[in-house]
Nanobody
Framework: QVHLVESGGGLVQAGTSLRLSCAAS????????MAWFRQAPGKEREFVAA????????YYSDSVKGRFTISRDHAKNTVYLQMNSLNSEDTAVYYC???????????????????WGQGTEVSVSS
């Protein structure tokens, strides 16, 4: 069992940065692929970024590639999402997820993840 708690969201202006954190508890955290998804008002939840269990092989959606960076700190059981050059299209609730993911294709699907946090809201004003 893994319990996830996100933090770091807020209201920011376009062009600025935020760093989201996802604190995980549970003995098997280090064995899971960790990911960030987001859901904008009136839209379906979409994949943002994922990182392998050992912290390598980050993978990003095209919409955030080059602006967002996902990382994980095994000592702190925490996953981060550094978000730079934010724009209004990044406004959403951001969710952290953990799962036993076997392929890049599976990493894109929220149905493949076993554990979810409660979400943290990011609002970007233009």
């Amino acid at each position: 069992q893994v319990h996830l708690v996100e933090s770091g969201g807020g209201l920011v202006q376009a062009g600025t940065s935020l760093r989201l954190s996802c604190a995980a508890s549970g003995p098997t955290f280090n064995s899971y692929v960790m990911a960030w998804f987001r859901q904008a008002p009136g839209k379906e939840r979409e994949f943002v970024a994922a990182v392998s269990s050992i912290g390598t092989y980050p993978y990003y959606s095209d919409s955030v590639k080059g602006r967002f960076t996902i990382s994980r700190d095994h000592a702190k059981n925490t996953v981060y999402l550094q978000m730079n050059s934010l724009n209004s299209e990044d406004t959403a609730v951001y969710y952290c997820a953990a799962g036993s993911i076997l392929s890049y294709q599976d990493a894109l699907s929220d149905k493949k993840y076993d554990y979810w946090g409660q979400g943290t809201e990011v609002s970007v004003s233009s």
